[in-house]
């Protein structure tokens, strides 16, 4: 059965051109649910462990930079079918595939500066959202 958690972050580019509160009620106009929210900046140490997965990929140091160029906010969400859900919210990674109507069809200005994050499993969901929030923060 799917999962109800997915984690989410409004990266440097959406939250410097001042989008997070429209980015926030679309989540919440989707049915979303915030559990656990911090507004953050990641040093570069932190944005290449958190990105480690790609670290063999040519966009991972230009990665790394522009995560920890400005402030994020990171999110944990609770939803039914949480994961696949949020990742249609979203749309394609890169915002010239996205759909009309979503977040990064809306926000994002490449594909690096695309505006937001999602999990792609339950197994990262609950990894990414433990590598942000302590165990007192995750209180739900
Ligand atoms: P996200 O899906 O949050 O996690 C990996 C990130 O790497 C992705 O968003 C983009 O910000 C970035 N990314 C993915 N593919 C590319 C690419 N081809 N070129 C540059 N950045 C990328």
């Known amino acids: 059965m799917a999962g109800t958690k997915t984690f989410t972050m409004i990266k440097p580019d959406a939250f410097g051109a001042g989008n997070s509160g429209a980015i926030i009620r679309m989540i919440e106009e989707a049915g979303f649910e915030i559990r656990a929210m911090k507004l953050t900046r990641m040093s570069e140490k932190l944005a290449g462990s958190f990105y480690a997965v790609h670290k063999e990929r040519p966009f991972y140091q230009d990665l790394v930079k522009y995560m920890s160029s400005g402030p994020i906010i990171a999110m944990i969400l609770e939803k ?49 959202g433990n590598f942000f929030f302590s165990q007192l923060e995750r209180f739900n």
């Open 80 to 128: 039914s079918n949480a994961v696949e859900d949020f990742r249609t919210l979203i749309g394609a990674t890169d915002p010239a595939k996205a759909a009309e109507g979503t977040v990064r069809k809306l926000f994002a200005t490449s594909i690096e500066a695309n505006a937001i994050h999602g999990s792609d499993s339950d197994e990262n969901a609950d990894i990414e």
